[in-house]
């Protein structure tokens, strides 16, 4: 299966995708040192640094299952809560995340997901909550993506909760010498359980489509 992982950061997603099925994955990351580590990681994979919105409008056609993860920092509800403090300055939401979902919707033959965070505002299309993040796709997810509790520890505020989310996403963290900060890319990674029931939902989907599809053609043959 040929797979698009767009805003690939360092795989949170993509960990178990091998256990569904056989899979040829394409990642796309800005961040330099996030790729790297990803290749590292996944080194079959293909890797680009580049601008991943773009990319997926020149590539769509070539793959059969697409994961988008637009940035989320400027639909998150934690600016909100920033307001007060004289440090914050208000942005705009960044719309490409809504780009994408319509693109996909209207122009893709394959399956796709587009996650995010859950936003402060009503979501302008409506998606699927599960645990901390929305869902756009183009197919029913299960009520229960088997999504890991991240326990109460994690989110309390402790002074140090790197080496926590090391163990939780089975990744070491401090490999990243990047600019942005360990514990934010760590709270945005999917947990790799639920990034893998969903592509086997796909899976399953797709499936069960050829052998519809199959099945009518035999009828009318």
């Not at 949170?12 to 990681?41: F, M």
């Not at 769509?60 to 697409?66: A, L, P, S, W």
């Not at 914050?88 to 996650?115: A, R, S, T």
Request: proline residues 5%; aromatic residues 14%; charged residues 25%.
């Amino acid at each position: 299966m040929k797979i698009l992982n767009l805003y690939a950061c360092l795989g949170g997603n993509r960990y178990k995708w091998d256990e569904v099925t056989d899979v040829e994955v394409t990642a796309v990351e800005l961040d330099p040192e996030a790729a790297r580590l990803y290749q590292e990681r996944f080194p079959n994979d293909k890797v680009y640094v580049g601008d991943a919105h773009k990319y997926l409008l020149d590539h769509y056609k070539e793959f059969n299952f697409i994961w988008s993860s637009p940035p989320c920092p400027t639909h998150s509800k934690v600016r909100m809560t920033q307001k007060t403090t004289s440090s914050y300055i208000p942005k705009y939401p960044d719309m490409q995340l809504y780009q994408e979902i319509i693109f996909l919707e209207h122009h893709f033959k394959g399956k796709y997901c587009v996650e995010n965070v859950i936003p402060y505002y009503e979501p302008l299309i409506s998606a699927k909550k599960r645990g901390r993040h929305l869902y756009w796709t183009n197919f029913n997810l299960p009520n229960n993506l088997n999504e890991r509790n991240l326990g109460k520890g994690l989110m309390n505020g402790i002074v140090n909760e790197v080496p926590l989310w090391c163990d939780f996403h089975d990744y070491d963290f401090y490999k990243y010498k990047g600019e942005q900060r360990r514990d934010k890319m760590a709270r945005n990674l999917v947990d790799y359980e639920a990034g893998k029931t969903i592509l086997e939902t796909a899976i399953g989907v797709m499936r069960s489509n050829n052998i519809e599809q199959k099945s009518i053609f035999d009828e009318l043959t």
